[in-house]
């Protein structure tokens, strides 16, 4: 490059290439000369390529070709006011001020001082206003007051004076020009008003990815022998139009080649992590959680209603299911019953009666049918779960089979046929179907195990010969509740960091004010870091109150190591808040974040172990199944406190690897995809 030619100049392009996909070429060889201490007008119609070219000078978006040299060596020398409002709405102007200043580097009292001068200077109102209750115009300016905080070298500002009014966008340009006349700054502003433009030094008239003009404003009117800007204009775009129309075809093909290697960038960063920089990260991240109380109540108040809720409606045994009657050997139905007595060792009276007491001591509502097809119509018809069927001569049947085991005489095949029990069940429901099944056998042998002990008969007997001891871990009734818990825990705590991180970081994406923060300097690193100290904090309340409301409140059992099963906790977290980086990076849009995130669950609910012993999947599923985030995780929180193991144990140490090794993964596959986008947007 000429270094003569760029001695005074604080911004110089030279032939600079930039498109979005192969056809809409937005730069197309452009050049651009901007001398120090000048007001530079770009003007040009909508969609012409202006803000990309702004955000080529800032360092938001690369060229393809080209060079872009300014005399402003690090991000931080450059104050940027993008199109959109790009502000963190819930913070006051003082707490924006605060924190941009801090991303600038600024001492506390040169913040105070700037913010008093640009409050009185743009017309805001008290710096303790939120910036959510400014008006739109009001915004604007808060949004231009950024951009000088910092006093810097070069302004680029993008329509600033849109929808402001006409005596405010006087003042604006009046302190612009008092900047660049005393204070040396460059700056570089687009408008739509075209004659607002009178006031630079320079306006530069952009169509077709290039610059028609860059001419002083009056020196552009009289070469065109024109009154005013705007039709100077019309007359350079017919002369451009009139030239294109003959050789359109080169504008794609005179387009540098791919292999081109890219312009290298011009401006610096100040390293990969700053201290200051971190903390003004932090501190306003403290600020939005603290402004957004009801998001705060939201994040800690779910992880407690959906474990409460969880715990009261799941894993309870049904009561009061009904069960159809059809006892025939009671010509008078059931209220025969309490004609004989309920105990003793009375083998003539109807011992389908203490079968049946033993039922209702179950919590289950007998009813009773006349006749066998009348009981089965009323499970068909779902009136009743099932239906027990005693034959009419039940009892001698059951004495002659009794008889048989106690004093070894012979039983008749008609009496073993008459002596079963029979029973039809609606077994649509499996939960339901297995319970009947195991009170109705139970009930049995209870009913059984009270008539040999009457009789003088070993009890055991009446039993099959199968001891169940104590259990080595768990309880002699098992739940399902408990066996869920764990994956309960460990799937909540995947998905609520990932719920906010998402929720957190997206908005600042598509609210452009990421990118505003990059521009000023921070980092990607400082923006993870910071926003990793705030989702710990937030992650360990949430897995106190599960915890409180799993273990305390209610009784899953919890017989280990406090100590590690809180660390499984806390990674798993880490993981979900990894998760949700990646997530935040692939996502433009809430709804492809809620896709991502929805799409994810019930998979992962599914093979994590939560409804279903990940044994009983198919074997494909169940070889691949382990890898997943929650797999593990899950087996290690179930061994920590349903069976008091410790780290030491495999199971364990498993969980503690798989979290660690999905975190890694998360964290790669974030940076992959944020350097992968960069490459397509360069592109
Ligand atoms: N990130 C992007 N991906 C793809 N195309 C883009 C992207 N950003 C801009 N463009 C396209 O580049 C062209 C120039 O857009 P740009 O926003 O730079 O125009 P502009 O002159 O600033 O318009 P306006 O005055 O309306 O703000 C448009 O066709 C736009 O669709």
């Not at 709405?89 to 700037?114: A, D, K, P, W």
Request: hydrophobic share 40%; with cysteine.
């Amino acid at each position: 490059m000429d270094q003569e030619s760029t001695k005074e100049t604080a911004v110089t392009i030279r032939g600079a290439y930039k498109r979005y996909g192969p056809t809409n070429v937005v730069l197309n060889g452009l050049n651009m000369s901007l001398p120090e201490g000048t007001i530079y007008g770009l003007l040009g119609p909508s969609g012409c390529g202006k803000t990309t070219l702004l955000n080529c000078i800032v360092g938001r978006v690369e060229i393809d070709a080209g060079t872009i040299s300014t005399k402003a060596k690090y991000k931080a020398d450059i104050g940027y006011m993008p199109q959109d409002i790009a502000l963190y709405t819930v913070l006051s102007i003082e707490e924006t001020f605060l924190y941009y200043g801090r991303l600038f580097g600024m001492t506390y009292s040169q913040i105070e001082n700037r913010t008093e001068e640009l409050v009185k200077l743009l017309d805001l109102p008290s710096e303790k206003t939120l910036v959510e209750k400014l008006s739109g115009g009001q915004q604007r300016r808060v949004s231009f007051a950024v951009a000088l905080i910092h006093d810097p070298q070069l302004l680029i500002l993008d329509e600033p004076t849109v929808g402001l009014d006409p005596l405010l966008s006087q003042s604006i340009w009046e302190h612009l020009l008092k900047l660049a006349a005393v204070g040396k700054k460059t700056i570089i502003i687009t408008t739509h008003y075209i004659e607002e433009a009178r006031q630079a030094h320079v306006v530069g008239l952009m169509r077709g990815g290039v610059l028609l003009c860059e001419e002083e404003p009056q020196q552009l009117m009289t070469s065109h022998n024109c009154d005013n800007l705007e039709q100077a204009f019309l007359q350079l775009s017919h002369k451009q139009h009139n030239a294109y129309n003959e050789e359109e075809e080169n504008v794609v093909t005179n387009y540098p080649e791919d292999t081109t290697e890219k312009p290298k960038p011009h401006l610096k960063g100040e390293g990969w992590f700053l201290w200051s920089r971190f903390m003004a990260q932090l501190i306003k991240n403290w600020f939005f959680m603290w402004r957004n109380k009801a998001m705060m109540v939201f994040l800690l108040g779910l992880p407690l209603v959906q474990c409460t809720f969880y715990n009261l409606a799941i894993g309870h045994d049904p009561e009061g299911l009904k069960i159809a009657i059809v006892d025939d050997e009671l010509p008078n139905g059931l209220q025969e019953c309490s004609m004989f007595p309920s105990g003793g060792c009375n083998l003539d009276y109807p011992l389908s009666c203490r079968y049946i007491d033993k039922l209702r001591n179950r919590t289950l509502d007998l009813v009773e049918y006349e006749g066998l097809s009348a009981g089965k119509l009323a499970v068909s018809k779902h009136k009743t779960w099932a239906l027990v069927y005693f034959s009419p001569n039940y009892s001698s049947a059951l004495t002659e089979r009794i008889n048989l085991t106690t004093e070894y005489t012979e039983v008749s095949n008609l009496s073993i046929e008459l002596s079963q029990l029979n029973v039809w069940m609606d077994m649509s429901n499996q939960y339901i179907g297995n319970m009947l099944k195991e009170d109705i056998i139970s009930g049995f042998v209870d009913f059984l195990e009270d008539l040999f002990r009457d009789c003088g008969w070993p009890p055991q007997v009446a039993n099959i010969p199968v001891r169940i001891e104590d259990p080595v871990y768990g309880s002699r009734n098992p739940s399902f509740i408990h066996f869920a818990s764990p994956a309960v825990i460990v799937v909540f705590m995947f998905y609520l960091p990932l719920m906010f991180t998402v929720g957190v970081l997206l908005y600042e994406k598509m609210a452009g004010i990421l990118e505003r923060c990059m521009v000023a300097g921070i980092t990607a690193l400082e923006v993870v870091m910071a926003h990793s100290v705030i989702q710990f904090v937030v992650l360990c309340l949430q897995g106190v109150i599960m915890m409180i409301i799993m273990y305390q409140v209610f009784d899953s059992p919890f017989v280990g190591n406090f100590f590690w099963t809180s660390n499984l906790l806390i990674l798993q977290g880490l993981s979900g808040m990894c998760f949700g980086f990646l997530i935040s990076v692939v996502s433009d849009t809430m709804n492809t974040a809620s896709f991502m995130g929805i799409g994810s669950f019930f998979p992962l609910c599914s093979m994590s172990g939560m409804l279903w012993p990940q044994e009983g999947m198919h074997t494909l599923l169940k070889s691949i199944g382990w890898l997943l985030p929650t797999s593990l995780p899950t087996e290690a929180m179930r061994a920590l406190t349903a069976r008091g193991w410790g780290i030491e144990h495999p199971t364990v140490y498993k969980g503690f690897i798989s979290s660690s090794m999905w975190i890694l993964f998360f964290c790669l596959m974030t940076r992959l995809v944020i350097k992968a986008r960069k490459g397509l947007r360069a592109k």
